[in-house]
């Protein structure tokens, strides 16, 4: 029996077993969250629709930042799928990543977060 690691986000509970993979999900979480708190503050908008806005942009931010710096038909780009895909991209992007990958490759790409002595 082997052991792997892994790295739970404690924004949604999703696992990964990259940890820097972890903390660029948990980063874009964080952005989506700021933004969203953004659009509430601003608009009469439901918490719902502000998070599910705030998640799309937070995932695009590569090709908005592209549009912001001179392309700005990369926008149309960001397609209704996005946003049906927002509920479900703790499945793609979390554990079942394991499949593909070795044993080996799991120790090469991640190592374990140690307790800190209290």
């Given amino acids: 029996m082997s052991i792997t690691p892994m790295w739970r986000v404690d924004r949604d509970g999703s696992m990964f077993i990259d940890k820097k993979a972890a903390e660029e999900h948990d980063k874009m979480l964080e952005v989506a969250n700021n933004l969203s708190s953004l ?3 601003n608009f ?64 090469s790409q991640a190592t374990p977060i140690k307790p800190v002595a209290a």
């Fill in 39 to 41: 659009l509430e503050a």
């Fill in 44 to 107: 009469t908008i439901d918490e719902k629709l502000a998070e599910d806005i705030g998640l799309l942009l937070s995932r695009n931010k590569e090709t908005l930042i592209k549009a912001f710096k001179g392309k700005p038909d990369l926008i149309m780009d960001i397609g209704k799928s996005d946003v049906s895909t927002l509920d479900h991209t703790q499945e793609d992007q979390s554990v079942d990543q394991s499949d593909d990958q070795s044993e080996d490759q799991l120790k």
